[in-house]
């Protein structure tokens, strides 16, 4: 079993920062690559950020060149980091962790955690 806790979420003010954490445990292997969906009310869920196993990173358009990715492969720990948060950022932020088992693709979500850009 894979478990992610996500963390780091919060009420902050338009402009302001929030780095998400997201701390993976259990039987982790044959990693493909991590990333963060996030869903606001009323709205589908959707893609923020991926992070590949080698490194590299690809971001919804609606928040590139504020927030990064990354990774700390010896704590098997995965970041957001959130600069000049926008109000439309407002949603649940999804951890997930892509692994192939038994040659298998298998997608594991985290519970997620609340982010609230308002002032």
């Known amino acids: 079993q894979v478990q992610l806790v996500e963390s780091g979420g919060g009420l902050v003010q338009p402009g302001g920062s929030l780095r998400l954490s997201c701390a993976a445990s259990?039987?982790?292997?044959?990693?493909?690559?991590m990333g963060w969906y996030r869903q606001a009310p009323g709205k589908q869920r959707e893609l923020v950020a991926v992070?590949?196993?080698?490194?590299?990173?690809n971001f919804v358009d609606s928040v590139k060149g504020r927030f990064t990715i990354s990774r700390d492969n010896a704590k098997n720990t995965l970041y957001l980091q959130m600069n000049s948060l926008k109000p439309e950022d407002t949603a649940v932020y999804y951890c997930?962790?892509?692994?192939?088992?038994?040659?298998?693709?298998?997608?594991?979500w985290g519970q997620g955690t609340q982010v609230t850009v308002s002032s």
């Open positions: 259990g039987s982790i292997f044959n990693i493909n690559g």
């Open positions: 997930t962790l892509d692994m192939v088992v038994g040659g298998k693709a298998v997608r594991y």
């Open positions: 992070i590949t196993n080698g490194g590299s990173t």
